[in-house]
């Protein structure tokens, strides 16, 4: 009996995280639906609820009651398999954060976060391509093109800051910046270029072309609806805010309560960048990864190695 109390108690453990995470999500939503509507001079929802506040739940019953279309063209097992991938690889990374009591913590939980990054982008080609749509394929081909650029600088970044903290155990890397930020002591520089390869990886504006409205109406997720939809649109928030949790544990580090405090700026970042910064071209999108941005990470990595020598 004891046993079976104890087994319940660590599954409760387990999916409690993952439920308080897509609580954060709806409420991320609303936030940016907010904050959207005052960028653009209006109120944003503010009918359900008190001051709109239980917008999302109506909006999640609403998707979730609604009939889940499968086109008639469609390879329908991997499309009705699609988006719970996409959130399964997402609510992943939140293995990752680096409880103080957590026994699920990894020790190179650096590297886990380079390869279910790369497994991320798997769930959006196969979506594009299961969907049997041209809107969609386009989609999924940009998708897999974009991640797999930014991919690169992202990957320096990363293990130069792992490098120079002598660490891939992210609660060591954190606890290393008590009292010195590594935005500050490795640079600047490398903190911009991993929030553009954020952008991108996460495919936030400017960087939205897998979902150009403009002209591929929704992009890769066109011929989802209800359900299938519902799940993608947590999975696309759930990273965006593990990502701000992760440039804080990378670049700021400290307290818990100093980190979650970090991290809702950078949250506030992504809805500010949305509603200021418009898109740009494909071309300079590429351009940008390619020709600037590996440039000045390879320069970087030059550099610290030269000075590194001389000392």
Request: proline share 3%; net charge neutral.
């Amino acid at each position: 009996m004891l046993k079976l109390v104890a087994f319940c108690l660590y599954l409760i453990t387990l999916i409690l995280p993952f439920i308080c995470v897509l609580v954060s999500v709806a409420f991320y939503t609303l936030l940016e639906r907010k904050v959207l509507g005052y960028v653009m001079i209006r109120k944003g929802p503010n009918k359900v609820g008190y001051a709109g506040i239980m917008q999302p739940f109506s909006d999640a019953g609403k998707l979730f009651n609604k009939e889940y279309v499968k086109p008639g063209f469609s390879n329908l097992i991997p499309f009705v398999v699609c988006p719970g991938v996409i959130l399964f690889t997402s609510m992943l990374l939140w293995f990752l954060y680096p409880y103080k009591y957590s026994s699920l913590v990894l020790t190179c939980g650096v590297l886990q976060f380079l390869i279910v990054s790369g497994v991320h982008v798997y769930g959006v080609m196969v979506a594009g391509w299961s969907s049997n749509s041209k809107y969609s394929l386009l989609g999924a081909v940009r998708g897999v093109a974009q991640s797999v650029s930014y991919e690169v600088p992202m990957t320096f970044v990363l293990l130069t800051v792992s490098y120079c903290l002598l660490s891939l155990w992210l609660s060591e890397v954190k606890d290393a910046q008590e009292g010195i930020f590594s935005m500050l002591s490795i640079g600047l520089l490398s903190s911009g270029v991993w929030l553009t390869c954020m952008l991108a990886e996460t495919n936030r504006a400017p960087f939205d072309f897998v979902e150009g409205e403009s002209e591929l109406v929704s992009g890769f997720n066109v011929e989802y609806s209800s359900g299938g939809f519902a799940m993608i649109f947590m999975a696309e928030y759930a990273a965006m805010l593990f990502n701000s949790i992760f440039f804080v544990v990378l670049f700021l580090g400290g307290s818990e309560m100093l980190m979650s405090v970090s991290a809702m700026v950078w949250v506030l970042f992504f809805v500010w960048i949305r509603g200021t910064v418009p898109r740009i071209r494909y071309d300079q999108l590429m351009g940008l990864c390619w020709k600037v941005l590996l440039m000045v990470v390879l320069v970087m990595i030059s550099l610290g190695l030269m000075l590194s020598c001389l000392l």
